[in-house]
């Protein structure tokens, strides 16, 4: 748990999210995070990670007006096209289609 707290307070600071790092703050080795983070979670500490970010943007998109290029700013993407394609790959659907997708999906039950 100390490991997934970390890393949900540390999330937009991607040079803390960086696996040395992550073991010197909480004192174990490189070799055992890995292995261990698999067992509990069933995912690699990447993996989390990306998910993670892309639950936030998803988060975001539906959640707020803030554009696609302050989201990549935010959360610390490389740049917009990154975000698209990772978003894409994961989810499917580029950020915007998703935004609008679901958006029509909540006007639609707030009629109903």
């Known amino acids: 748990m100390d490991i997934l707290h970390y890393i949900q307070e540390n999330i937009f600071l991607p040079d803390r999210l960086k696996v040395e790092e ?3 703050k909480l004192g174990i080795s490189v070799s055992y995070l890995g292995k261990y983070f698999k067992k509990q979670t069933g995912e ?8 993670y970010k892309l639950r936030l943007v998803e988060m975001r998109l539906l959640h707020s007006d803030m554009r696609i290029n302050e989201i990549v700013f935010e959360l610390n993407y490389t740049d917009e096209s990154h975000l698209n394609r990772l978003f894409k ?3 499917g659907v580029n950020p ?9 999906i ?6 109903l």
């Open 106 to 111: 909540l006007n639609m039950d707030k009629v």
């Open 22 to 24: 992550i073991c010197s």
């Open 96 to 104: 915007s289609e998703f935004r609008k997708v679901q958006r029509s």
């Open 89 to 91: 790959k994961y989810k």
């Open 44 to 51: 690699t500490l990447q993996q989390y990670i990306i998910n």
